[in-house]
């Protein structure tokens, strides 16, 4: 994905969360959060919403990004994950989870995410910013 294939798509997922009742934040991870990613690299984008079960049963809502040729499922345990390949913007990994993933005690598997890079894309709670102070001044990240 170009850098400018990642920047519409983030500003085409922050306008779609604006949207979404169910969704309570939004963060990048991975490489394209820490600003190194590879020209094959997947964008990972996290959606902490109220119901990730449903969201991953009911995918109607992945068009809205565009058209997906393939999707494929991982399970990270409180992170059930799509990898979608779009037509339009290459792979783009969505990591579903609930408010869990951001409630202290923060498990090592999210501390390991956090650690190698994220973003707030959509946060207007600012709770992303809160756990990451925490770890911050708990010396654990």
Same mark, same amino acid.
């Given at each position: 994905?170009?850098?400018?294939?990642?920047?519409?798509?983030?500003?085409?997922?922050?306008?779609?969360?604006?949207?979404?009742? &169910?969704?309570?934040?939004?963060? /990048? *991870?991975?490489?394209?959060?820490?600003?190194?990613?590879?020209?094959?690299?997947? =964008? @990972?984008?996290?959606?902490?919403?109220?119901?990730?079960?449903?969201?991953?049963?009911?995918?109607?809502?992945?068009?809205?990004?565009?058209?997906?040729?393939?999707?494929?499922?991982?399970?990270?345990?409180?992170?059930?994950?799509?990898?979608? &390949?779009?037509?339009?913007?290459? /792979? *783009?990994?969505?990591?579903?989870?609930?408010?869990?993933?951001?409630?202290?005690? =923060? @498990?090592?598997?999210?501390?390991?995410?956090?650690?190698?890079?994220?973003?707030?894309?959509?946060?207007?709670?600012?709770?992303?910013?809160?756990?990451?102070?925490?770890?911050?001044?708990?010396?654990?990240?």
């Amino acid at each position: 994905m170009s850098r400018s294939q990642s920047e519409h798509f983030l500003e085409t997922l922050r306008f779609w969360c604006r949207g979404q009742c &169910d969704i309570t934040a939004v963060a /990048k *991870v991975g490489s394209y959060a820490r600003g190194d990613p590879r020209p094959d690299s997947d =964008i @990972d984008i996290v959606l902490i919403c109220e119901d990730p079960k449903a969201r991953h049963l009911h995918r109607e809502w992945i068009a809205e990004f565009g058209e997906a040729t393939t999707i494929r499922h991982a399970d990270y345990g409180l992170v059930q994950s799509l990898h979608i &390949d779009f037509r339009d913007y290459g /792979k *783009v990994e969505f990591g579903l989870t609930n408010l869990e993933w951001l409630t202290p005690p =923060i @498990d090592e598997k999210t501390k390991d995410v956090m650690r190698g890079g994220i973003v707030s894309v959509f946060d207007p709670k600012r709770l992303i910013d809160r756990v990451l102070r925490s770890l911050d001044q708990s010396g654990s990240s």
